[in-house]
């Protein structure tokens, strides 16, 4: 079993950390990213248990009453998200380094619950956020609203996560996420082998 910690990629929504993770896992296969339970409505593009484990509010509250959750949060719009204990162990039974997607509380959450756990939060300016999830469109104008609304008080923690990085120009974040993950599984390859 590998020895490499997780990586925790949390920031406002917006931000861009589902398409940097999808750049990061592209250029390093050893990562898989753990896939979340939460109750909020499927998009169009996702798929069970690709993109999240789609759970009634009911099944949620049963998992946690189960200690089935490694860390878990009420979003906005009293959405739940999740990450499972279970995705953790397969991911890490396979060998491979997790890579956990989190708002930031259940990114604080997983520093302290995953030993070794390494927390890069990527920025980008409230206004900025404004216009990709108003182009993204994948919510409503009113849960846009409380998502920048959150964003504004995720902002003021940045500095409470090991690394920030800066997603202005897609390419130049992506070449310095890879960087930075490259950098913190290096120890863990050098005990591995
Ligand atoms: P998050 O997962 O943090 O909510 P996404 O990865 O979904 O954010 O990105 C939000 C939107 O912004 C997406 O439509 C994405 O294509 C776009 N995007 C991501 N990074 C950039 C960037 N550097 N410049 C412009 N648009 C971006
Ligand atoms: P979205 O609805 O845009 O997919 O996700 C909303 C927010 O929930 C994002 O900031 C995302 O990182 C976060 N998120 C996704 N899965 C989890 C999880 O398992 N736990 C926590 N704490 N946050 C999550």
Known sequence: MSSAPAIVVTGPS???????ISELLRRLPQ?????SATTRERRPAEKDG????????????????AGEFLEHVTYVSGKRYGT???ELD???RAGRVCVLEL????????KRAVPGAYT??????VAELDRRLTERATETSTEIGDRLELAHRQLE???????VIENDKLDHAADELERVVQQVLAPAATMDS
């Open 120 to 125: 890069i939060f990527i920025r980008a300016p």
């Open 31 to 35: 990562l898989e990213h753990t896939v």
């Open 103 to 110: 708002e930031t509380e259940g990114a604080l959450n997983a």
């Open 50 to 65: 690709r993109e999240y484990w789609f759970l009634g509010p009911e099944e949620f509250e049963l998992r946690v009453q």
């Open 14 to 20: 917006g931000a861009g950390k589902g398409t940097l």
């Open 90 to 92: 397969r991911i890490m």
């Open 157 to 163: 923690q940045a500095g409470a996560f090991d690394c």
């Open 84 to 86: 499972l204990r279970s």
